[in-house]
């Protein structure tokens, strides 16, 4: 059962556009939201989080918003840029776990 | 502040070889630790974790194990390597709200 699912393997962006990455969850109880990304043959890195009692964080380029009625969050990054193409990660952490649970991630393709 | 370090970068091994990745963190104490696996375009399968030394939880029934002999070291070992083990194995550890820090990982191919 899979309880966070990025259903986009791939999204392709113009330079200076805005980029809009989804992410949905079946498990209310969730209590954090996290997006990684990562770049070929090296470790993913944190990019933003968001807590389930808030509806949107923002970190400059980078703005997460939630929506716990549809389960559903989603990665704005605007402007994109080039060196945005990586695979993003939405992941999921439920208070007392000790592991996340990961979405199976999203290329995104930022062309010049 | 914290690092993690993971060795070595890169292995090709045989297959019915045996196999171990060594993962250590730096600055931080009592972490929880944990091995992942990103196959060929795939997502992030977590493997193994563990939440003090000795303590290893399982994820997946594989010819896989796991050891955390000391605090801030997470071993990742086989027996016998099959083809199916080639992949990208990532080390992470957390501390709090299940934010977890990655190592820069290593490339496993199995031939």
């Known amino acids: 059962d899979q309880q966070v699912k990025q259903n986009s393997p791939s999204l392709s962006v113009q330079e200076g556009r805005i980029s809009i990455l989804n992410c949905d969850y079946t498990?209310?109880?969730?209590?954090?939201f996290l997006w990684y990304k990562k770049y070929p043959a090296e470790g993913p890195t944190f990019l933003i989080s968001?807590?389930?009692?808030?509806d949107k964080n923002e970190d400059g380029r980078f703005t997460v918003f939630l929506n716990k009625s549809a389960k559903h969050l989603s990665l704005h990054i605007v402007p994109s840029q080039p060196g945005d193409s990586a695979v993003y990660f939405c992941a999921a952490w439920k208070g007392g776990s000790e592991k996340l649970v990961f979405g199976k991630g999203t290329k995104l393709t930022v062309n010049p | 502040s914290q690092t993690i370090h993971q060795w070595p970068a890169t292995l090709v091994q045989p297959v019915g070889s045996p196999l171990s990745l060594e993962c250590t963190v730096e600055g931080t104490s009592n972490p929880n630790l944990y091995w992942y696996r990103q196959a060929a375009g795939r997502g992030l399968q977590l493997l193994f974790y563990s939440v003090g030394i000795g303590q290893i939880s399982s994820e997946v029934p594989q010819n896989l194990s796991a050891s955390r002999p000391q605090d801030r070291q997470f071993i990742l070992s086989s027996k016998k390597l099959l083809l199916s083990d080639s992949g990208f194995y990532l080390c992470?550890?957390?501390?709090?709200?299940?934010?977890?820090?990655f190592g820069p990982g290593t490339r496993l191919t199995v031939t």
């Open positions: 498990n209310s109880m969730f209590d954090y």
């Open positions: 968001i807590s389930s009692i808030k």
């Open positions: 992470a550890w957390s501390r709090l709200a299940g934010v977890e820090s």
